[in-house]
């Protein structure tokens, strides 16, 4: 079947503007993460969604940063006002029980 | 909240040798334990995971060893190839069964030809 999908795979971007980027979970899997990879660095939990439940956003590193899942199922992650440190990663990942499969992250850039 | 440290950050063997990464979580709570192997340009995928019912867990070349008590859990790779040449990330499931996980910072392992 169908991983998890995001796009798109890469998004180069001039400081101050708005990015989108879209997570497409495995068909069925009620819980939704987001995660930011710099460089060389580990995984840094910005967001999850979990059903219906009001979504822990503890991870989000600024108000610039806000998510949504439409109907339980894709997700967007939103960067407003992008700013150089912005640059990562920024991958997705579904799960239905314990294990967490990712989609290919989206590189973004921001010049 | 839920805090995990990995150890060591970057580890390098001979092809053939046995190689172990660490890893401490601060909540005694957490009851999930899953490793994760990242390649170079892909995406992380499972490899093994441990739940707090069980002290270890074997899968042909690889096994992780849980001690509840001390709050700390490793990754055993034997018989090491090349291809186990990756990045590895332990992580611990955040108290109140949400399902979310703390991802260690992860370990560099480069199995040597």
């Known amino acids: 079947g169908a991983g998890v999908s995001q796009s798109p795979s890469n998004k180069v971007t001039e400081k101050g503007k708005d990015v989108e980027l879209r997570c497409d979970p495995i068909s069925g899997h009620t819980a939704l993460y987001w995660y930011r990879q710099s460089l060389g660095q580990g995984l840094e939990f910005l967001i999850y969604?979990?059903?219906?439940?009001?979504?822990?956003k503890s991870g989000l590193p600024s108000d610039r940063f806000s998510a949504e899942r439409t109907g339980g199922s894709v997700s967007t992650l939103t960067i407003q006002r992008t700013q150089q440190e912005d640059s990562a990663v920024y991958l997705c990942?579904?799960?239905?029980?314990?294990?967490?499969?990712f989609g290919p992250g989206t590189r973004l850039t921001v010049l | 909240g839920e805090n995990v440290e990995q150890h060591p950050s970057t580890l390098s063997v001979q092809e053939g040798d046995s190689a172990v990464i660490k890893c401490t979580y601060s909540?005694?709570?957490?009851?999930?334990f899953p490793w994760y192997k990242q390649e170079l340009g892909k995406r992380p995928q499972l490899i093994i995971d441990?739940?707090?019912?069980?002290g270890e867990k074997k899968d042909q070349r690889i096994a992780v060893t849980l001690n509840k008590t001390a709050k700390h859990f490793s990754l055993h790779i034997t018989e090491t190839q090349p291809e186990d040449s990756a990045v590895y990330f332990c992580?611990?499931?955040?108290?109140?069964?949400?399902?979310?996980?703390?991802f260690g910072q992860g370990t560099t392992l480069q199995v040597k030809p």
């Open positions: 909540d005694s709570a957490s009851n999930y």
């Open positions: 441990i739940r707090s019912n069980v």
């Open positions: 969604f979990q059903g219906n439940s009001a979504p822990d």
């Open positions: 990942a579904s799960s239905l029980y314990g294990e967490q499969f």
């Open positions: 992580a611990a499931s955040s108290p109140g069964n949400t399902g979310k996980l703390i």
